[in-house]
């Protein structure tokens, strides 16, 4: 149903010799300096999940989980657009928690471009799935800076910035960032143009540092789309997280020159705001799986075989499952509704080749993931 993904440069064209050859990539006619490069392949397939949908509401799911054969995931459309701003220096430091995918797909892209990668990791709670995140990450070439706490982080990058690193923000979360899904909304609005899919009345996405929703948001803005984004947030304070990511989302869209707007009814009636914040989902905290996070992972693998995470793609799903079955009680949120996929879908196992063993990891690093429990009776 969808049309052969357009890859427009794949992994070794657009990498090789990269490494050697810094100043040239960045000098190359396709990706010069502010403009984005290439590291995916779009559009991702959009997918209707029939075994999901109810007769009232349909549920779609956009494969942003497929943007790059190795290291997909929503973090490529920012890194294109972030990598590709101001070269003037070959490192780079981020932030983000131990087992970030930020920080892995930072490492994973910028290390190919020849750059060296620097990242400040603070704590999170021991998953499976962190701790291999963390492993790929010292093992794609990431230099690992561990701090004790949030609170430590500015003093930490500070250091890094002074010996010459250039900033990524924490998640790719600035405008430039955000625009990349810009692009992925407008890459949406084509496909439902072209007829792939019906136009969603709401698209559901996890929401962490902000930049997603946002671009979102701004980009269906654009696009006069009737298709309201549900963040679903995953970290705390949720007061924080709605003020940041509505800040992103008037940013991205003052850059397109366009007001963000309220969706609007058939009659051009604003009846919801265009980006809504769903909190209900977020557990015990960032990082902590939550008792629905797990049914909705178990749900996605068992009726529609998408590979969910714990932090934040389980809770979006849980979402988009409630939104559904809201839906189906006739008081649901619309007849389509998309859950936008974020988490990469490359097999673990080749970012795991060649990478430090648990055992074989600074404990300075192995100490970042805690285990819940344990920190609470430390805390008490
Ligand atoms: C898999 C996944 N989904 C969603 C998000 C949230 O995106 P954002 O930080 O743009 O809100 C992240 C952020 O790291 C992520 O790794």
Redesign the pocket.
Known sequence: MNPPSRAFLTPEADFQGASSGFQKEFRGVDHGPGRPLRLGSYPTPVQHLPTLSTRGCELWVKRDDQTHPDCG???VR?LERLLALRPGSRRLVTV?AAG???VLATAYFGRRLGLDVEGVLFPQPWTEHALEVLRAAIGAGLRAWPVRSVASVPLAVARRMARGCRFIP????SVAG?MG?VDAARELAAQVRSGLMPEPDTCV??????????GLAAGFTAEGMKTQVV?VC?VRPVWLVRLV?SRLAHACARRLGVRLTAVQSAEGRPTRSRLAVDDRFLGAGYGHESPEGRAALRVAEAKAAIVL?P???AK?FACALSLVGASAGGAGEGRCILYWH???SSPMSRLLEGAPAEDALDPALRRLLFHPQARSRGAA
Do not use: N
């Open positions: 995931g929503s973090k920012k983000g970030s995918h930020h924490p998640g790719g979360s955000s899904y996405v996890a929401l962490g540092s902000g930049g997603t929703a946002a963040g995953v990511a995470d932090t934040y793609t979006a974020t988490l990469s």
